[in-house]
């Protein structure tokens, strides 16, 4: 069964101090990985998509890299408008179908204080 | 403006009803999909549709039905039967759902059950 652990479950930054948050995954035939930011009572937004080991994107202050087991999503100098839950998602195939099911992680949840 | 409207934002149902939420595209996505989302979890996956007049059961379908009579349009009711209804939906959609490519989300509907 394929399945997907983000680290950790919250964490709190102060303004402008660096991380990292893990997507940890363990599927077959792995079609894609995705990062997606969450605020409060609203819809995922797309942030990126990885597609093979070693590939990395750039958005503002954020990074995504990708290994053979897991994602990072780097967050350097973060500012208070960057809290939020971030999520991960892998694409496999689903029971052999053309289908590419999506299997999400719980999210990690990003308070960055001023 | 493309992307994907929901509503009614906000739900409240009695037990024992039936209700349906709206999800409508204009991106001419062929697939469409609905999640659920409960505190603490990762999104799981209700039913998806590849084409119109074809859909699909996800991870959790009992209690849930859905139709796709229109390319835009993948409405969800949410039955009687559902033992547990209260929770934020999510409907999604994409280009296609089998070569890969990112899925862009709606604003979402929190149902309440009183």
């Known amino acids: 069964e394929d399945q997907v652990t983000q680290s950790p479950e919250a964490l709190r930054l102060q303004e402008g101090e660096s991380s990292s948050l893990n997507c940890s995954y363990t599927?077959?035939?792995?079609?894609?990985l995705f990062w997606y930011r969450q605020d409060p009572g609203k819809g995922p937004e797309f942030l990126f998509t990885l597609y093979s080991a070693g590939e990395e994107k750039e958005k503002e202050r954020l990074k995504a890299t990708l290994t053979k087991k897991e994602s990072f999503l780097h967050i350097t100098a973060p500012k208070p408008e960057d809290s939020a839950t971030y999520l991960c998602a892998v694409r496999t195939n689903a029971g052999g179908t053309s289908y590419g099911k999506l299997t999400f992680g719980q999210g990690t949840i990003l308070t960055v204080h001023p | 403006d493309g992307g994907i409207t929901q509503s009614p934002k906000y739900l409240f149902r009695k037990e024992g009803q039936n209700v349906t939420l709206s999800c409508e595209q204009n991106?001419?996505?062929?697939?469409m999909y609905w999640y659920r989302q409960d505190p603490g979890q990762g999104l799981r996956l209700i039913y998806y549709?590849?084409?119109?007049?074809?859909?699909q059961k996800g991870d959790i379908a009992e209690g849930y039905s859905v139709s796709r009579e229109k390319k835009e349009s993948f409405p969800l009711t949410v039955t009687s039967a559902q033992k547990n209804p209260t929770a934020f939906y999510l409907c999604a959609s994409s280009e296609d759902s089998v070569a890969g490519g990112e899925q862009f989300f709606g604003p979402g509907t929190r149902l309440t059950v009183l």
């Open positions: 991106l001419n996505h062929d697939a």
């Open positions: 599927v077959s035939g792995l079609r894609g």
């Open positions: 549709s590849q084409i119109v007049n074809d859909f």
